[in-house]
């Protein structure tokens, strides 16, 4: 049987929990209000991506996708497009403005990792970095 109190799945949600509400504690003062600087990182990452693709990204339903890129387009972070490729898709872009935060969103989660990496040495941490990115290749290459 599991033991699930030392387990990986739980230590995996308890540190993407704990990652959520720093990033949201650093980030308020922006005021994107919850869970929508995931757009953003997602446009850092490939700015222009398809508002679907985006969510699929983010793990959300089409409708939360819609109500959180519409309010980062009211606050002029964002801008959507109809795909000219397929006009029913609609495409997302960075705005200046969205852009501008990216340094700042940037040094917030450098420093949210900085402390949940804390109780680690730097080969530790570059081996915690590999196994990472080796876990989530599969699910990045999409």
């Known amino acids: ?10 230590y995996l949600a308890l540190l993407n ?6 990033l949201e504690r650093e980030l308020a003062p922006l005021q ?3 869970g929508r600087y995931l757009y953003l990182y997602g446009l850092y990452v490939r700015d222009g ?9 983010i793990g959300v339903d089409k409708a939360a996708a819609t109500r959180a890129l519409s309010r ?22 960075l705005t200046a403005r969205g852009r501008g935060l990216r340094p700042r969103m940037e040094a917030a989660a450098e ?15 570059r081996e915690l970095r ?3 990115a080796k876990m989530a290749r599969p699910l990045v290459s999409r």
């Open 1 to 10: 049987m599991t033991d699930i109190a030392d387990h990986e799945a739980r």
């Open 32 to 34: 994107l209000g919850p």
């Open 130 to 132: 590999r196994l990472l």
């Open 72 to 93: 980062l387009e009211h606050s002029g972070y964002v801008r959507r497009e109809p795909d000219p490729a397929d006009r029913r898709a609609t495409r997302v872009f």
């Open 17 to 22: 929990r704990q990652m959520l509400k720093e």
């Open 49 to 57: 991506r398809r508002q679907q693709e985006l969510a699929d990204v």
């Open 111 to 125: 420093q949210c990792i900085a402390r949940l990496t804390a109780p680690l040495d730097s080969a530790e941490r």
